[in-house]
């Protein structure tokens, strides 16, 4: 029988929403090889390589609920189209412009590409695919896959082919996920599409009202805070954690590889979800992955070794996995369909709002207290800011079901 949720998309097209998975979040995570790479052979201090990567994040902080509600009023794929080309054109510029001004703006463009891209294919699976949790872990699960397989090939590309090479790679990938976005269905409605028209693409207050308005929703509260807080680990992944492990000698393959592993155990982790949600339930469930994904990053100084290492990236690409699926399908269900970019737009922004601010929060703390030290004491504050949440929203622990 022909699955209702996926009625009138082609084979071809439901795969092609869920490589848009693959080869959008998978871009952050080979950024976050290949780029701290780049940045430090530029000899920035430590606070201004936090400002540089933190960068990547301002401008889908500040639009992601715009773009959102681009992709609700004009479609997600051509907003997808449109992003991901500059997406290509920003990877194959930063070995153009070697200096710190001119990365800081390609991060900026580089990070709006990707995020709004992210933003399209969920936005697809809460249209197309009615938010469904099978489809929503499959998109989750291809994640998690293009992590696993490209931070080892960048990294391998930086360590044998060198900076061109690297950002050429990421390049061809981008140009994979612009194969996929050509492939999603062209939106079908009964009203003629509206020419598109410049003030169409400017930020709408109201669409910001609006989204923010979703947080009266106490399960959307809960959340949008525990996401951001539980994102906190990958902004310091993204960030300082590839500077420290360079710092210890290891290879861009190795720093590659801790990365694949994280997210090679999220690939596993996040198919097998069921059993423990049907035991404690999605809110303590996320609560727990949550603090177990970012107590796993900060011990990371404490670990040293590679092989302790490993198991460090294990335990959090778990714990990531995990919730992730939680995450996604809750906000989804949450939400009403005419309002799926905004949420999805509105959980970006709390998680972008981590990855903006936190890298030159650490980078500060490093130049004060050390790399060892930073790392211990921005993951308890996090790890503390996540267990306040849990207890002050408990009582929407019976409504998130």
Not at 180 to 203: E, G, N, Q, W
Not at 241 to 259: P, S
Not at 290 to 310: D, H, N
Request: with cysteine; glycine share 10%; net charge positive.
């Amino acid at each position: 029988m022909t699955d209702q949720k996926t009625e009138g998309l082609t084979t071809l097209q439901q795969y092609a929403i869920y490589a848009t998975g693959l080869f959008t979040l998978s871009t952050s995570h080979m950024v976050a090889v290949v780029v701290p790479l780049w940045v430090l052979t530029m000899g920035p201090t430590a606070l201004m390589m936090g400002i540089v990567l933190g960068s990547r994040a301002v401008l889908p902080l500040i639009l992601s609920i715009h773009g959102g509600a681009l992709m609700d009023r004009l479609g997600a794929r051509l907003v997808m189209l449109i992003c991901t080309v500059l997406g290509i054109a920003v990877s194959i510029s930063y070995p153009m412009l070697p200096w710190l001004p001119a990365v800081v703006v390609l991060q900026l463009l580089g990070g709006m590409s990707e995020n709004m891209a992210w933003i399209g294919g969920q936005t697809m699976v809460g249209q197309l695919l009615k938010g469904d949790p099978v489809h929503a872990g499959r998109l989750s699960f291809s994640t998690r896959l293009g992590g696993f397989i490209g931070p080892p090939l960048i990294g391998a590309a930086w360590d044998f082919i060198g900076v061109w090479g690297a950002f050429l790679l990421l390049a061809s990938w981008m140009g994979i996920l612009l194969a996929c976005v050509l492939v999603l269905p062209k939106p079908v409605t009964t009203t003629p599409a509206p020419s598109i028209r410049i003030r169409d693409l400017m930020p709408r207050y109201r669409d910001y009202v609006s989204a923010f308005a979703l947080l009266a929703s106490p399960v959307l509260a809960v959340v949008m805070a525990v996401s951001m807080l539980r994102i906190g680990n990958v902004a310091i992944q993204n960030s300082f954690y590839v500077v420290y492990l360079n710092g210890i000698d290891l290879l861009g393959t190795q720093i590659g590889t801790l990365l694949a592993v994280s997210n090679g155990m999220a690939v596993f982790s996040t198919v097998m979800t069921g059993p423990f949600v049907r035991i404690i339930g999605n809110y303590w469930f996320l609560v727990i992955t949550s603090v177990f994904a970012v107590g796993a990053m900060g011990v990371t100084p404490i670990a040293g070794t590679f092989v302790l290492l490993l198991l460090a990236a294990a335990v959090r690409g778990t714990a990531m996995g995990a919730s992730q699926t939680v995450l996604i399908s809750t906000t989804s269900k949450a939400t009403h369909s005419d309002d799926q970019g905004k949420a999805v737009g509105l959980r970006s922004t709390a998680n972008l709002f981590a990855h903006a601010i936190l890298p030159p929060i650490m980078g500060a703390v490093i130049d004060l207290i050390g790399m060892d030290d930073s790392f211990l004491v921005i993951c308890s504050v996090l790890i503390a800011g996540i267990l306040i949440a849990g207890f002050l929203g408990r009582k929407t622990a019976s409504i998130v079901k």
